[in-house]
């Protein structure tokens, strides 16, 4: 790809990121948790309970879908409802043990699969992808500031 072709940064990056994306999006199946479930598990191991509506609004997920989605998880024992500290009759749902389970061998199943493609390519590739690593840090991090409702 050419940087002097007119295109823009953006245009360049997106349809990478859409074939990574559809990629790592084949590897769900029934030992894998879907990609709105993994985000799911993310927030709550690395963020502690969540209430339904918070989750339903960081996965774009209708709140019924996500009470359906955490549903299924709950009965799967990746999460649980406990309830909520500072509401007696509010409910928040925590990550379980086997959900934090589940994380990892889900991670450790795409990095293994993200390292046999690493293996294909030829070694200044695979070191430009790794330097590019705290740049694409820094852009996922401003997405994550700026938000889906923000910008245009």
């Known amino acids: 790809m050419h940087m002097a072709d007119g295109r823009s940064r953006g245009s360049q990056l997106l349809p990478v990121l859409a074939q990574l994306v559809r990629f790592l999006r084949q590897l769900e199946g029934p030992e894998h948790p879907s990609s709105v479930a993994l985000a799911v598990l993310r927030r709550l191991a690395d ?9 339903a609004r960081l996965t774009r997920a209708s709140q019924p879908g996500m009470t359906q989605l955490i549903g299924r998880m ?6 649980q409802r406990v309830p909520d500290p500072t509401d007696g009759r509010g409910v928040l749902v925590g990550v379980t043990g086997a959900g934090r389970q589940m994380l990892a061998r ?3 199943h795409y990095a293994e699969t993200l390292d046999r493609l690493f293996e294909r390519l030829q070694p200044d590739d695979s070191d430009a992808i790794l330097r590019a690593l705290p740049a694409l840090t820094r852009l996922a ?7 889906p409702d923000n910008g245009s």
Do not use: F, I, N, Q
């Open 47 to 55: 963020e502690g309970p969540g209430r339904v509506s918070d989750l």
């Open 74 to 79: 709950e009965r799967s024992g990746l999460v």
């Open 141 to 147: 991090e401003a997405g994550e500031k700026e938000g």
């Open 106 to 108: 889900t991670y450790a």
